[in-house]
C-alpha cells in the first residue's frame, strides 16, 4: 500500500484530533478512501475521518495483496507529521507481512526525512475487530437514527457553550431536542431549564426526539469541527434517537469528519 499527498497541514490537525480520543490511531484502507480513527477505551465516543482518494497525488491499493486496517500510536504519528514541513511532499508505505508490520512514511523537499513505525501489536486484535465492524456500521446507524438535520455549525457550539452554566456538578450532561421543527438544547428535559432555541429561528423538516449526552463531549467534538471550517463551507449534520448514540459530521470534497458520541442512560457522568 502506498499513498503520497503534498496536504501535510490537514494531515496534522487530524492526527491531533485523533490522538485526542485515544492513544490508538487505527486506519482502513479499501480503494475509493483512507479512514483514520480513534475510539475511547471506555467506547462513549469515536471518531472517523473518511479522506477520499482524490485527496492524495498518489494512492495505491490492492486488496488482495495489502492488509486493510493498521494501528499505529496517534501521538508518535501526530510528532512524524509534526516534523514535516508545510511544503514537502508526504509518501506513506504500510507494510503487515508476518513479523514485519511497519509504517513507512519519507517526505521529499529541501531535506528528505524518513521515519519508519512499528504498528501494534496483534495482541489489540479484539479492539480492533470491534472498531472496524462499529466503523463499518456507522451507515447503516444512521438508518435508525430518526432526527436528522442540517445546521449551522456556529449556533450548534454556541447552543452547547451557553448550557455550561445552568450544568450542576454531578450530572454534567444535557438534552439534544427537536420538537416542532426547532432545535434546542435543554439541561433537564425538552423545553426545560436552559433551553437555548436555535436563534436564527430555523425550522428543520425532521421528527421530533430528545436524548442525552455528555455536555463534555458535545463541545469539545462541536469545537474540533469547527478548527477544520476555515472557509466557513462545511456541511453539518446531526442525527440522533432518543437511548442512540449521536452522530455529528461535516463533509467536504476530499474527506469528512465523523463524532459518535454515546447517549447517557444513567448517572454516570461519562
Known sequence: MKI???KVSTLVN????????????????????????????????STFVKIKKEFFTE????????????VVHSLILKKVFGKINDT???????????????FKVSTSGVINKKYTLPLI???RTAKLNAIKSFSQGIGKLKEKLEVSFEMDLKVFNESVDGTDIL???DDYSVFINMLNGKFSISVDSVGGTGGLMDFTMAKYE?????????FERLKKYGLTLDSFN????????????KDYPIIMETSQSDFNLIFVIAPRLDNNNE
Open 88 to 102: 514537502s511532499t508526504v509518501f506513506v508505505e504500510i507494510s503487515n507481512k508476518k513479523n514485519e508490520g511497519l
Open 206 to 214: 425532521t421528527p421530533d426526539g430528545s436524548s442525552r449526552y455528555s
Open 59 to 70: 494512492f495505491e491499493f490492492n486488496p488482495e495483496e495489502d492488509e486493510d486496517m493498521f
Open 14 to 45: 487530524v492526527l491531533k484530533m485523533i490522538h485526542s480520543v485515544d492513544s490508538d490511531c487505527f486506519i482502513i484502507i479499501n480503494e475509493n478512501e483512507l479512514v483514520i480513527g480513534a475510539m475511547e477505551s471506555n467506547q462513549v465516543s
Open 4 to 6: 503520497v499527498t503534498e
Open 167 to 169: 450544568l450542576s456538578s
Open 230 to 241: 476555515k472557509k466557513g463551507d462545511f456541511k453539518f449534520i446531526v442525527s440522533f434517537k
Open 121 to 123: 501489536a496483534e495482541s
